[in-house]
């Protein structure tokens, strides 16, 4: 079961939406964006994406929405082989949901028992287990370190080395439970999924490649509204909202304007209520940013 989206109310007024506007739910997951976005559209056009299959269960029968069965990394492609050259707001909930986490059998949760697989899209041939199994000792460094930003990146990636080969969640946690930290154990291990989700289904290169298209496909005045859960997430989309680049480093025309066409809505990141901390812990690491298209001069 889908649970509620994160931040629903704050996300869509974020959009600033038209009834007669097109919009972009770019993480479709258990349609909750898309159905309060429908509730507000008049005659508009919403367009939901997403890799998951399990996803196409949720899609709602009304004539104004399309769905796309596959990654918003190719969300140009999409928009404009439904002839839609630009877009009035684009909404992105990273992450996974938790549908996906509650389900052993996808291998995304330290809580279960599954086997190693963490695909978003299952028609992806590079699943968790592979990693693990056949990558060298440097790279699984690299990924536990930049990833995962463990602190003992290369004492898990030798521990992991010694315990292949390995195939469950299980058999993970197990052959690096002496680096964690008694009474502390799941912020590491936490590290760790994340590292190999990330590198499995290439997280952050689907981001930036989903980033500057938004760029591109969002019409003046148009909104584009982001939920990110971790640092990495969260600072490229801050640096694309600032600069409209990864590195946040502005470019400037000859009059020191900056080149950049998206303006942050505000300075900061928007964070959960209370109410909604209370209601689901899941959200305590969301934060919600909003930048708006400018007409160039």
């Known amino acids: ?10 996300s869509v007024e974020a959009l600033n939406i038209r009834p007669g506007g097109v919009y972009v ?23 939901g994406f997403d890799q998951d299959e399990d996803a196409a269960a949720n899609v709602p029968q009304d004539e104004r929405f399309i769905f796309v069965s596959n990654n918003f990394r190719y969300l140009r492609n999409f928009l404009r082989y439904y002839g839609f050259d630009r877009v009035d707001g684009i909404l992105a909930d990273l992450g996974v949901s938790s549908f996906q986490i509650d389900a052993p059998q ?4 330290t809580r279960f028992e599954g086997v190693l697989d963490m695909r978003m899209d299952r028609s992806n041939p590079l699943d968790a287990a592979t990693v693990v ?4 000792l440097e790279d699984l460094t690299r990924i536990f370190n930049l990833y995962g930003e463990l602190p003992q990146a290369r004492r898990f990636a030798e521990a992991v080395l010694r315990a292949r080969p390995i195939h469950t969640t ?25 590292a190999l989700r990330i590198e499995v289904n290439q997280e952050l ?13 969002l019409d003046n005045g148009g909104r584009l509204v982001v939920i990110a859960y971790h640092s990495l997430e969260d600072r490229l989309v801050k640096n694309y909202m600032k600069a409209g680049n990864a590195s946040g480093e502005s470019e400037k025309d000859f009059f020191g304007n900056s080149k950049s066409s998206l303006r942050p809505v505000s300075r900061k990141a928007l964070t959960p209520s209370d109410e909604e901390l209370q209601l689901n812990n899941r959200s305590r690491s969301a934060r919600l940013r909003v930048a708006e298209k400018v007409m160039m001069p």
């Open 106 to 109: 996808r291998g995304f949760s």
């Open 133 to 136: 199994n056949t990558y060298s």
């Open 1 to 10: 079961m889908y649970h509620n989206p994160v931040m629903l109310h704050e």
């Open 25 to 47: 739910d770019a993480t479709f997951g258990g349609g909750g964006h898309s159905r309060a976005i429908l509730e507000k559209l008049g005659n508009g056009r919403l367009i």
């Open 205 to 217: 290169e689907v981001l930036e490649e989903f980033l500057q298209q938004s760029i591109e496909m």
């Open 170 to 194: 299980g058999e993970l946690r197990k052959s690096v439970e002496k680096l964690l930290p008694k009474g502390k154990e799941h912020k590491p291990l936490a590290q760790l999924f994340q």
